[in-house]
């Protein structure tokens, strides 16, 4: 069983940056990639970015490709999103999701998480 919390979200304008934080419980976490995901009221949830298990590897959504970077400390049990130039279309709850030695890129399907955290909301404002 994992546990994932996350944290960071907040009211921020339009160009101003947040960085939200995973934190996952247990000894496994080397072995599972992470995602971050978000979902905007009366839309479904989508994929942001993802980083394998090894930390090796990282893959983004075009819509925040160069904007976000997503980062891990295995020491910490963290994984880390950091937003930039935020726009008020990244306004959503943001989650972050775990599943078992995969790849960052097979991160982005959504129906694939072994399990997920219960988000955290970033508003952004214009």
């Known amino acids: 069983q994992v546990l994932l919390v996350e944290s960071g979200g907040g009211l921020v304008q339009a160009g101003g940056s947040l960085r939200l934080s995973c934190a996952a419980s247990?000894?496994?976490?080397?072995?599972?990639?992470m995602g971050w995901f978000r979902q905007a009221p009366g839309k479904e949830r989508e994929f942001v970015a993802a980083i394998s298990w090894s930390g090796g590897m990282t893959y983004y959504a075009d819509s925040v490709k160069g904007r976000f970077t997503i980062s891990r400390d295995n020491a910490k049990n963290t994984v880390y999103l950091q937003m930039n130039s935020l726009k008020p279309e990244d306004t959503a709850v943001y989650y972050c999701?775990?599943?078992?030695?995969?790849?960052?890129?097979?991160?982005?399907?959504?129906?694939?998480?072994?399990?997920w955290g219960k988000g955290t909301l970033v508003t952004v404002s214009s």
């Open positions: 247990g000894r496994t976490f080397s072995t599972y990639s």
């Open positions: 999701g775990a599943r078992r030695r995969t790849t960052a890129q097979a991160m982005a399907v959504i129906d694939g998480m072994d399990y």
